[in-house]
């Protein structure tokens, strides 16, 4: 079987590289990838959201299954645009159409979608450029902190907390009238501050059945003890050790059922993965949000804990058979450390060589922002690359990934020293 896969980062190498070790893989196509994809896949130099040149390439290669990677194409409809197609409708397809991604297109459609299906979230308002006075006079009466969230896509970024009056109505200034998010935050969402730990559940689902995929927990801020700037992701871990039998099957009956039940109330027939982001609040599931990819870090630590051949898998989501499908998950650790470039994620220099690639040990060395020049491996982008440990412990995951850092450097180079380190205090493990 043919595959393509929709994308450049640390998602989509992690995807790619999974699928090739699938013995009914012939080849995986990746695009446009990234210097490291093409180890083990052809890279194709095909922008996301060109819809037009996607489907001819899928035509001309025989490609008979798409994975998309990241948001944007989903949003934009790219899924409508094959099933509008009689030469692409038949296509094995992983992702949800433009109405299912509006689950995380807009974060006031997914609140509501919430509401309406009795799915456990914190409470809201929503307020746009013409409301703002409404909004600072509501702020008046919040308890802080409080979240204020961009309605739109983001790159993971659109999320502030503040911790006082003055600095939220300063933030919801700046988001509306300074566009501080772009048309991201032409509707802005104030949120309730939810108090607990947070997680990540994953789900595959065929529009009737789903998978569970491993939980993971990332690590959003750009500092260590979760301080300063959102970023894209700076780390991950999986399993989580706060999390267990009970609390995952509160997760099944409170969130994933009413959510698959309300995308069928929907008329929406959602083939795809569903991220479900979590507070565990006292052993009770609060849903932060969703989003209607695999997340970046997450999947650099759910899919090395995958033992089933994922390309089955991803068939059977496509075909509609994930009900005959059981998934096979390795009890051992993974932990991902994401390696960015100075200054991300305000303004970095991107064309800097990386060393140290050729003499680093058994992790898997994950490549998300660069690019190929020659013999040399260059930095592309803001989250370069990540490594991902494994282990018994966690612990001994950890220490896989932070010793195989050791072996690579450029200018600049940051990297969080503290992944994982709140869990192992919990002492649950």
């Not at 700046?174 to 969402?189: P, T, Y």
């Amino acid at each position: 079987m043919n595959v393509l896969i929709l994308g450049s980062g640390g998602r989509e190498y992690t995807l790619a590289w999974k699928i090739s070790q699938s013995v009914n893989c012939d080849t995986v196509f990746v695009a446009p990838g990234n210097a490291g994809t093409q180890q083990f896949a052809d890279n194709v130099d095909i922008d996301v959201n060109d819809f037009d040149a996607i489907g001819k390439f899928v035509l001309a290669n025989n490609i008979e299954l798409v994975i998309v990677g990241p948001e944007d194409p989903l949003v934009k409809g790219i899924r409508n645009y094959f099933q509008a197609s009689e030469a692409l409708k038949s296509i094995g397809f992983i992702g949800p159409d433009a109405a299912g991604a509006q689950l995380e297109g807009s974060k006031d459609f997914s609140k509501t979608f919430m509401e309406n299906n009795n799915i456990p979230t914190a409470t809201s308002k929503t307020f746009t450029i013409e409301t703002l006075e409404e909004g600072l006079a509501y702020l008046e009466g919040c308890d802080f902190p409080i979240v204020l969230k961009a309605d739109g896509l983001a790159a993971g970024k659109g999320v502030l907390i503040s911790q006082s009056l003055q600095e939220a109505q300063d933030s919801l200034k700046s988001m509306l009238l300074d566009k501080q998010f772009g048309v991201a935050s032409e509707k802005v969402l104030i949120e309730q501050f939810l108090d607990g730990i947070e997680l990540s559940v994953f789900v595959l689902t065929d529009g009737e059945n789903y998978v569970l995929l491993p939980e993971a927990k990332d690590y959003k801020r750009i500092g260590e003890k979760d301080t300063g700037l959102n970023t894209g992701g700076m780390g991950a871990v999986s399993p989580v050790n706060f999390v267990d039998d009970s609390f995952l099957e509160k997760v099944k009956a409170k969130v994933i059922a009413p959510t698959l039940s309300g995308l069928k109330k929907e008329s929406i027939d959602y083939k795809g993965f569903i991220f479900i982001g979590l507070m565990n609040v006292n052993g009770e599931p609060y849903v932060i949000e969703y989003n209607v990819r695999m997340g970046d870090p997450e999947t650099q630590v759910v899919f090395p804990r995958i033992k089933s051949d994922v390309l089955d898998l991803f068939t059977a989501a496509a075909e509609g058979n994930l009900n005959k499908y059981k998934l096979d998950i390795d009890s051992n650790y993974a932990t991902t450390v994401v390696l960015v470039a100075g200054g991300y994620p305000g303004n970095y220099e991107k064309g800097l060589e990386i060393e140290g690639l050729a003499n680093v040990p058994d992790a898997l060395v994950i490549h998300a922002g660069t690019k190929q020049d020659g013999y040399k491996v260059l930095t592309n982008g803001g989250r370069v690359m990540a490594v991902t440990g494994q282990g018994k412990t966690l612990e001994d995951a950890l220490e896989e990934s932070y010793s195989t850092i050791k072996h690579i450097s450029w200018k600049d180079m940051y990297y969080r020293r503290d992944i994982g380190k709140d869990i192992l205090a919990l002492r649950i493990d």
